[in-house]
């Protein structure tokens, strides 16, 4: 076992190691370094995205480009945009701003001033550019702002070349859009090698020359573009298509450019398919560890069950004798089915104790109250019987002292029949009516059910006697359970660890599923987390149902489940040829903790006369109207208990009726 607890350990470090290399990895293979804008187009969070943009630049003789930028806004509630050009060394001029129509035909030009007014904009110089604010009302729509503008000398002309390098960002966009380009050049390029375009900040993107209209044209397109990439377009021309430029530069450069072009594509193709492969990577490290952790948590759990009770012994699903007759019905469901006694376990040990003779139950009936009222009601009446001295009892024929926890449940009652007595001493009408005196043995469900809702005192000395009820039930029940194994908190904790480690792989592998785009991969890494996931919450619950135990403690627990199901099939079995009457009689108060008292009660009522149920010590009337135990106790007590201990949910705790294991 030491061996497999070290195996668990190291296997589990590695998995948290490797996990959180694979997360660091991810953060930072998906935080690249933000780069100068170029165009920013403002989008106020949640209540317009741009989902698309097209950029139409005309190349004019004098080295100026002429733009004409198109963004497409997904509307929900628009009052007024924001578009920053950073033009920082170039001068503009011609700019207006417009709207395109629904039919892409027409533009209408929006009033340049500074009222804010709809249909206005402004433009203000920045230090990095122009900022334009548009005000254009809008809601739930999509609209085309039509931003036109021409930046002077934007061409470089070089002895050899003309050069146009132009950036592109959409940083404060808080989704990814489309992007479209068109550059023209004033007329054809006739020389292939004297014409080139290339595109960086992204490997996903086409770009390609073609002529149109007697014009050298380039074409972009780009999907999907993060807000945080900054693309970049560098183009060289000769330079008599912009014979009329003044930015002159007096050196040779083609050579340069197209070196340093090449030199930069390569690297990024590089740097490309590094990153690409990180993901996969990444992807698959989320594919492989969340799957292995809930395997290593499986293993565990069924190496220590095989460690703990390797030959494992099945006892018949049915057990007709009372395991363990010596443990009583409250300890029993503490040892075995749950954590802590309940409102029951409380109701199980009152009936035990009018079976084994310290008190008598009895029914009794009164007329209801009130103007619908109609018919009589039925309480429990208890009064001390003939073994209240709290000395030995017989339990089936042998003899054996109250438990302390019996002893809380008969001082809580003796405590409740002295609260009646004390409260008709002071009753100067029912002195008067018996000449003096009042004698009081008994005490009904009803009297200390009501008496605890009004009388704080009386609420507050229960209570004392209720939780040490619980005190003494737990103390009994963890010495019957016996300690729990080691190996259980370990697979506990190896379940936990292969929950947290299921998610986390879950969530990486969604995430760089969706940053490498591929469609397949994104959809084995949710299919795999899903069932990773899956896997680890069925693992909890077969904890729940199949736990760790040693050998005694399994054969106990499956001895009393055996003895639960016959309980819940006394109506199905023969009960003279199975037990005697009494021990029958002695099975009711594991029955109300077992949660199956209607089964027993009413298959007794079935099967004897009255007249062998009076034989027993319990009152006929209660086992021939399994109601007054099951219905009109039992509620009694839970209000009464709940009453008592409101902070504690003494009706509800885990497996807290019976249920037989799989």
């Keep these: 076992m030491k061996q497999l607890q070290r195996w668990l350990f190291v296997f589990s470090l590695i998995i948290v190691v490797c996990s959180t290399f694979v997360l660091t990895a991810a953060h930072q293979t998906t935080n690249d370094a933000n780069q100068p804008r170029t165009v920013l187009a403002q989008a106020e969070e949640g209540k317009f995205a741009i989902t698309a943009q097209d950029i139409r630049a005309e190349v004019e003789a004098n080295g100026s480009v002429s733009f004409v930028d198109t963004f497409t806004y997904d509307i929900k509630d628009l009052t007024m945009a924001e578009f920053k050009l950073d033009h920082e060394g170039y001068e503009i001029r011609n700019y207006r701003v417009g709207v395109l129509t629904e039919d892409n035909t027409e533009i209408n030009y929006l009033t340049e001033n500074y009222s804010t007014q709809p249909n206005t904009f402004s433009a203000e110089k920045i230090s990095t550019g122009t900022s334009f604010k548009v005000h254009y009302p809008a809601t739930n729509t999509n609209i085309q702002l039509v931003f036109e503008y021409t930046l002077e000398a934007l061409v470089a002309n070089y002895n050899d070349t003309a050069n146009l390098l132009y950036k592109l960002t959409n940083e404060a966009n808080q989704h990814t859009y489309n992007l479209t380009a068109k550059i023209l050049l004033p007329t054809i390029v006739t020389n292939a090698d004297n014409f080139q375009v290339w595109l960086h900040g992204t490997q996903q993107g086409e770009i390609f020359e073609t002529v149109e209209n007697n014009r050298s044209i380039v074409y972009l397109k780009v999907d999907n573009v993060n807000p945080t990439q900054t693309l970049e377009v560098n183009a060289i021309f000769p330079v008599s298509l912009t014979p009329n430029n003044q930015n002159l530069i007096e050196e040779d450069r083609k050579d340069q450019i197209i070196a340093e072009e090449t030199s930069l594509v390569d690297a990024e193709i590089a740097a490309f398919e590094q990153k690409r492969n990180r993901h996969l990577m990444l992807l698959m490290a989320s594919v492989v560890f969340g799957p292995l952790s809930v395997l290593a948590a499986f293993g565990y759990y069924f190496l220590a069950r ?357």
């Design 306 to 662: 095989e460690k703990l009770n390797p030959y494992r012994t099945l006892l018949p699903t049915h057990t007709k004798e009372i395991p363990d007759a010596t443990i009583t019905p409250a300890v029993m469901a503490v040892s075995m089915f749950r954590a802590k006694p309940t409102a029951d376990d409380f109701t199980a040990t009152i009936v035990d104790l009018a079976r084994k003779g310290f008190i008598e139950l009895e029914e009794v009936r009164k007329e209801k109250r009130g103007v619908s009222a109609d018919g009589e009601s039925s309480t429990l009446k208890i009064s001390l019987g003939k073994q209240h001295d709290e000395n030995d009892h017989p339990v089936l024929g042998a003899t054996a002292p109250l438990l302390l926890h019996e002893r809380q449940v008969l001082n809580y009652i003796k405590a409740g029949i002295q609260a009646e007595a004390e409260a008709a001493k002071q009753d100067i009408a029912r002195q008067l009516l018996s000449d003096g005196g009042v004698h009081v043995d008994s005490v009904t469900l009803e009297q200390m059910e009501e008496r605890t809702k009004k009388d704080k005192e009386y609420r507050k000395s229960q209570q004392v006697y209720w939780k040490k009820f619980v005190d003494f039930t737990e103390l009994n029940g963890s010495k019957h359970r016996g300690r729990k194994p080691r190996e259980a908190a370990f697979a506990r904790g190896a379940n936990i660890l292969a929950l947290i480690i299921s998610s986390v792989m879950a969530t990486l592998g969604v995430l760089v599923g969706i940053e490498v785009n591929v469609t397949s991969l994104l959809i084995l890494a949710i299919v795999v987390g899903i069932l990773s996931l899956g896997a680890a919450i069925f693992l909890m619950i077969l904890r729940t149902r199949r736990p760790i135990l040693t050998a005694e403690q399994d054969f106990n627990l499956q001895a009393w489940q055996g003895f639960g199901n016959l309980l819940a099939d006394a109506r199905k079995i023969n009960m003279r040829e199975t037990a005697s009457i009494e021990k029958w009689e002695a099975t009711i108060p594991y029955a109300i903790s077992l949660g199956v008292a209607n089964q027993v009660l009413a298959a007794m009522h079935a099967e004897y006369s009255e007249d062998e149920l009076d034989t027993l010590n319990l009152k006929s009337s209660l086992l021939t109207n399994g109601y007054l135990i099951t219905g009109v106790m039992q509620n009694s007590i839970s209000h009464t208990l709940a009453a008592i201990d409101p902070g504690s949910n003494v009706n509800n705790y885990s497996n807290t009726s019976f249920h037989e294991e799989t």
